[in-house]
């Protein structure tokens, strides 16, 4: 499973930097290197060399000549107009000025946010800002009222508009009508009104403010100025006064390229709005146009032509003509002096308004934006820096792709950028991205525009280790599965072809071959392929046996059944679980043997044939299949405000009831199809643990039926001897014990395990070589590891007492007198087996197998003490007086120590890096933690408590052994991290710390020189680099397993508290964020016994209720929470902090962070205006 995410979403192809900007720096801030004085963002150095090859291959101007063409083009516009008709008389005096020399630049400041406005704000604001957030008179009107004050004093009019833009981005400042006059004057002002803005120290402005007004806010300004363009257009001023716009354009693009945040945001969205508007008032008189043309033509094809008629339609006609050649040229200034410009600026929230309007102008005016030329700056974006940027780029192509009449026009548009919205879908860092990108690719492979390679990169996400991406790549997933099994249909002659050599199927009659079946097995061949490449998931763990890598299921789920579960909603064919189960158990084997025949039902057979592989696919989806039908099926009986009718619900309870029995039923017919392999056996086994829910639980079952299905689940205990069929084998016994009226077989059936293992084991051992390493055979020595392995499973699920202590299979050793009373005796002999002999070495192999039977034979004798402890634990609380004899303390006591006595000596004589050092330490920690709760035992009245002797401390000796297989790993974990240890401290307190530091034996994974890492990418090389990434994970495991169970004897009190603490935490902070965590809880305990002290202690010093105590008790309580508090600020303030934000202590009280939360927001605002 792919987990190599999108670490950065930097942009990989946008134009160079703009840099004419009519502010200049005023040297007073420096910015960083991707910003300039604009907030425009550097781009890649080889992003010209890119993007000239794409454009001259597809004859589009680079940005060079852009800019070339829009200096040229706005040349006219710097002097007087060349037409003196278009120049306006004054009104009252007040005509508005063309624009002449080009302005001078402005200072650059440091950009802040400034305050929201309300309706109280507005009405004091006085102006358009009133009118359209206080008046509430429609847009429509205010655009019409202040249309007709243009009308009275165009200066005076535009100064509003000027002023209202300035007051939405938060500026109290105005212009005049005599500002308006001076278009040479316009940068100055804008500098002076920006520099008056931020001597205010703004925090906010109303576009980015939060709250209930910031919503209608932007929705207010941007409808305005569509509302006023649409009145322009319909009374004909946009048209017959061109130098309105073109002023309206030099205060906005003036102010959309100004280094404060706050106005460079402002006026960037009323462009953008204006933009969408004259596009609209465009796209009107096209329409116009189209229905002109087709008025006249219809007029010339009747009878008796009216010919005044259609001249007055052509002349209409010719009207709208020119009104549009009006507004294009409009949209391309607009475009090249503020989109090409704003679409790259350092604030995402800019870029992503630029994308949103960017896909409306395309939507809206495809005549004029739906080409290489625009459509580009979407592909461009899809490599921003913004998530939301990307995600926003997506969904416009999306609402693009969806429209049938594009698809042409995408055509070399998605030859350009597959590959980005590929990667986008399959390695983006951000989940709801990724997803964006899954549906948009959706529509692409539905209209033929992905390629092969493509269409397996995103099905392989159906594998993804984020749920998000699973369910959304399961509708494409699906429709692969569609393909494939309708090229399988074709290839047979077709569906009717087919339909008609099938026999009829009888209900119930799920074995029978049927069309479904082709499905299936298109699902299974999909699963596989896109499965083959991948790498193990992250449940993947080392087999202690032999080095390898296997995949450990401990929640019963594989990557089969995630993907099965998200498909389930999506091929109705998953749900028919009964059927995929008969397709399942088909003998198949004819179809493999018999080769290709003509009839097409043979054909059927032979094409739904299944590999091992597939058949091991196809019961992960059984799986999750019948555990999705049979939770749906519950939930809707038990659902609280359920409308199903009583009949209803009966109905759905005698389903729920059928499909378990089937499903008992079905079980042991794959346990005998599938037991033989481990992972299609460990499939079948994870089906029972289904039978365990509790909507299943008071169903009656046959009680042949179910002992048949135990007959099975022992059979399978019996015959493997893998974690990965004796998990779910071991599941399933544990359920057998818990179900109702059948209690009684299952008890039966597992004691006859237990007889079965106890014997095998008492056939495997010979007395007189019991703990002799090596003296016995390869294959013995294979034999009784996997037997131990079953009572290691088995006594973790059912009382391992007396099948261990049963004295049937008792001996003795003559030669050295050792007696066997049991198998218990023998399995704890078998410790001895991590000694080595004085003999001749074992092979690799053969030691590697010695070890892991000494440390199964030690997890198995530390389950056996346990169950003993918690049968006396019984017998002291809840028995009788009696208690518990000493002859039975006795004997438990001597096989304790017998125990440990083998623990130590194999600890001694092995290096504490080896694994098996890592294992039995855990066991030996685990025995005397789980013997300290002794110690709080509640024992009835009258009960002796010479139980308690169980409960010891570790010696110095053992626990020297202990820190030093600590440290082993510490100094292994180190070694394969790179990480610099910290250096034993000399002072003659640390002398006991010194002696644990003690490593008389190298650790022989430390031995191994470092490969030197490789120029080139071999592989090699990729392979050496993987298994040191593997064993670095397995080092950390290693040391956070040792490190948590010295800690749990801590807790437990049975080492030395201070100087083991302070050696687990000497390299607390080098060793990575896990073993950070682990260590953790070390302040766990010491913050709850000082809670617990202060309680007591508080208590202590209750008042007495019998009325001598004159003491106020309001003022004893004020006394002990003063001595709480004294007491919590002596412990360390800082890590109680952490822990809390972990939720490792349980403490109610408010965090006082509010300070540093006000700070800290403060610093995030500043940075979020300065868009860095």
């Known amino acids: 499973m792919s987990t190599k995410q999108r670490a950065s979403g930097r942009v990989r192809k946008q134009p160079e930097t703009y840099t004419s900007s009519p502010f200049a720096s005023s040297g007073k801030r420096?910015?960083?290197?991707?910003?300039?004085?604009?907030?425009?963002?550097?781009m890649p150095e080889d992003y010209v060399s890119e993007e000239s090859e794409d454009d001259a291959e597809d004859d589009e101007p680079d940005e060079e000549e852009i800019r070339e063409q829009q200096k040229k083009a706005r040349k006219p516009k710097s002097t007087a107009p060349k037409k003196p008709a278009q120049k306006k008389p004054k009104v009252n005096g007040a005509s508005l000025p063309f624009r002449s020399a080009s302005a001078t630049a402005a200072k650059k400041r440091v950009p802040k946010k400034a305050k929201a406005v309300d309706v109280a704000d507005a009405q004091a604001a006085g102006g358009l800002f009133a009118e359209v957030f206080a008046s509430g008179d429609a847009l429509q009107d205010v655009a019409g009222k202040w249309l007709g004050r243009f009308d009275e004093h165009q200066s005076r009019a535009l100064a509003e508009v000027v002023n209202f833009v300035?007051?939405?981005?938060?500026?109290?400042?105005?212009?005049?009508?005599?500002?308006?006059?001076?278009?040479?004057?316009?940068?100055?002002k804008l500098d002076d009104l920006r520099e008056e803005y931020q001597a205010s120290n703004p925090t906010d402005y109303p576009l980015i403010a939060k709250g209930k007004t910031a919503t209608s806010f932007r929705h207010g300004m941007t409808g305005f100025f569509h509302a006023m363009i649409q009145a322009m257009a319909v009374k004909g001023v946009l048209y017959t006064d061109p130098v309105l716009m073109e002023n309206v354009q030099i205060w906005i693009s003036t102010m959309s390229s100004a280094p404060n945040r706050s106005f460079r945001h402002t006026a960037t969205v009323v462009s953008l709005t204006i933009v969408t508007a004259l596009c609209h008032a465009a796209r009107e008189n096209a329409e116009s146009i189209a229905n002109f043309q087709r008025q006249a033509e219809t007029e010339r094809k009747k009878a008796s032509v009216n010919k005044a008629r259609v001249k007055q339609i052509e002349m209409s006609a010719r009207e709208k003509t020119e009104a549009l050649e009006i507004i294009e040229p409009l949209l391309k200034d607009w475009f090249d002096v503020v989109f090409i410009h704003r679409y790259r600026d350092v604030d995402p929230t800019i870029r992503r308004d630029c994308?949103?309007?960017?896909?409306?102008?395309?939507?809206?005016?495809?005549?004029?934006?739906?080409?290489?030329?625009?459509?580009?700056?979407?592909?461009?974006?899809?490599?921003?820096s913004s998530p939301a940027t990307r995600a926003e780029v997506l969904k416009q192509l999306h609402r693009l792709y969806k429209e049938k009449d594009m698809l042409g026009g995408l055509k070399t548009f998605t030859e350009k950028f597959r590959a980005r919205m590929v990667e986008i879908a399959t390695t983006d860092a951000e989940t709801h991205v990724r997803v964006s990108g899954v549906e948009l690719l959706d529509l692409l492979r539905e209209n033929g525009l992905l390629e092969p390679d493509d269409i397996d990169a995103v099905g392989r996400l159906i594998f993804d280790t984020d749920p998000k991406v699973r369910k959304a790549v399961a509708t494409f997933f699906s429709e692969n599965i569609n393909d494939l099994y309708n090229s399988k249909i074709d290839d047979l002659g077709g569906l009717e072809n087919l339909e008609e050599a099938l026999p009829e199927v009888g209900e119930g009659s799920y074995e029978a071959p049927r069309v479904e079946w082709l499905r299936f097995k298109s699902l299974a061949e999909l699963l596989q392929s896109y499965d083959m490449d991948e790498n193990l998931p992250s449940q993947a763990e080392r087999s202690r046996a032999d080095g390898s890598l296997t995949l450990h299921l401990g929640d019963g789920k594989s990557r089969f059944s995630l993907a099965a579960e998200v498909l389930y909603d999506r091929v109705d064919d998953i749900k028919e679980w009964q059927m995929l189960a008969g397709y399942l158990l088909f003998d198949h084997s004819s179809g493999r043997a018999n080769g290709l025949a003509d009839d097409p039902l043979s054909q059927l057979k032979h094409e739904s044939t299944l590999s091992e592989k597939e058949e091991m696919v196809l019961l992960e989806v059984l799986q999750a299949s019948v555990k999705r039908t049979l939770a749906e099926t519950a939930e809707k009986i038990a659902?609280?405000?359920?409308?199903?009718?009583?009949?209803?619900?009966?109905?759905?309870e005698e389903e729920l009831e059928e499909a378990a029995r089937h499903l008992v039923d079905l079980i042991p017919k794959l346990l005998k199809k599938f037991g033989d392999v481990p992972s299609t056996a460990a499939a079948v086994l994870r089906m029972e643990a289904l039978l365990s829910s509790p909507s299943l639980k008071d169903l009656q079952q046959d009680s042949a039926t179910y002992s048949s299905l135990l007959d099975g689940v022992r059979k399978q205990f019996m015959s493997h001897s893998t974690d990965q069929v004796l998990t779910p084998a071991s599941a399933a016994i544990l359920h057998a014990k818990s179900y109702g009226d059948l209690d009684e077989a299952a008890e039966d059936k597992i004691t006859a395990l237990w007889e079965d293992?106890?014997?095998?084991?008492?056939?495997?051992l010979n007395p007189a070589t019991i703990s002799v390493r090596g003296a016995t055979t390869f294959e013995e020595l294979t034999a009784l590891s996997n037997n131990l392995l079953r009572i290691v499973r088995l006594s973790a699920v059912s009382d391992c007492i007396p099948p261990l202590e049963d004295s049937s299979v008792a001996?003795?050793?003559?030669?050295?007198?050792?007696?066997?009373?049991?198998?218990?005796?023998?399995?704890?002999?078998?410790?001895?087996?991590?000694?080595?002999?004085?003999?001749?070495?074992?092979?690799?192999?053969?030691?590697?197998?010695?070890?892991?039977?000494a440390a199964r034979a030690a997890e198995a004798a530390l389950f056996y003490c346990r169950w003993k402890l918690m049968t006396i634990i019984n017998a002291v609380t809840t028995g009788s007086n009696a208690g518990v004899s000493l002859d039975e303390l006795e004997a438990l006591a001597t096989r304790r120590d017998a125990y440990v006595a083998n623990l130590e000596s194999a600890l001694q004589a092995r290096k504490p890096g080896e694994e098996i050092s890592v294992r039995l330490t855990g066991c030996l920690l685990d025995l005397y933690a789980s013997a300290a709760i002794l110690k709080d035992v509640q024992a009835k009245p009258g009960v002796s408590d010479d139980y308690t002797v169980l409960a010891m401390d570790l010696t110095p000796e053992l626990q020297k052994s202990t820190m030093q297989v600590f440290v082993a790993a510490e100094k292994n974990l180190a070694k394969l991290s790179g990480k610099r240890l910290e250096d034993a401290p000399t002072d003659d307190a640390d002398v006991d710390q010194d002696a644990m530091d003690e490593d008389p034996m190298s650790d022989p994974e430390s031995d191994d020189d470092d490969d030197d890492d490789e120029p080139t990418q071999t592989q090699a090389s990729q392979q050496r680099r993987d298994t040191k990434i593997r064993d670095t994970l397995l080092a950390e495991q290693k040391l956070c397993i040792i490190t948590g169970k010295i800690i749990h004897a801590l807790a437990a009190g049975v080492m030395e508290d201070a100087t083991v603490r302070k050696r687990l935490e000497r390299n607390k902070a080098k060793l990575g964020h896990n073993f950070k965590e682990v260590l953790a809880y070390l302040d766990v305990g010491e913050v709850q016994k000082k809670k617990s002290k202060i309680r007591s202690r508080a208590k202590a010093k209750k008042p007495a209720t019998n009325g001598k105590a004159k003491a106020d008790?309001?003022?004893n309580a004020i006394v002990a929470d003063d001595e709480m508090s004294d007491e919590i600020e002596d412990a360390d303030g800082e890590d109680e902090d952490a822990l809390r934000r972990r939720e490792l202590v349980d403490d109610n009280e408010p965090e006082p962070a509010a300070e540093d939360e006000a700070v800290n927001g403060a610093e995030a605002d500043a940075e979020s205006v300065l868009g860095d």
Not at 30 to 42: H, I, L, M, Q, T
Not at 355 to 383: E, K, N
Not at 833 to 849: H, I, N, V, Y
């Open 30 to 42: 420096k910015r960083s290197n991707e910003e300039d004085a604009n907030g425009d963002r550097d």
């Open 166 to 188: 300035l007051k939405c981005a938060g500026s109290d400042g105005d212009v005049s009508e005599h500002d308006i006059e001076d278009p040479d004057g316009v940068t100055n």
């Open 1113 to 1115: 008790p309001k003022s």
């Open 639 to 652: 659902a609280p405000k359920s409308k199903l009718t009583k009949k209803a619900k009966e109905h759905l």
């Open 757 to 764: 293992v106890i014997n095998n084991l008492a056939e495997l």
């Open 811 to 853: 001996s003795s050793n003559n030669a050295t007198g050792a007696h066997y009373q049991g198998a218990i005796d023998y399995i704890i002999a078998l410790v001895q087996r991590a000694t080595p002999s004085t003999g001749p070495a074992p092979d690799r192999e053969e030691a590697a197998l010695e070890d892991e039977v």
């Open 355 to 384: 994308m949103v309007a960017l896909g409306d102008w395309i939507a809206t005016m495809p005549d004029v934006f739906f080409d290489g030329q625009h459509l580009r700056y979407l592909g461009w974006v899809l490599s921003d």
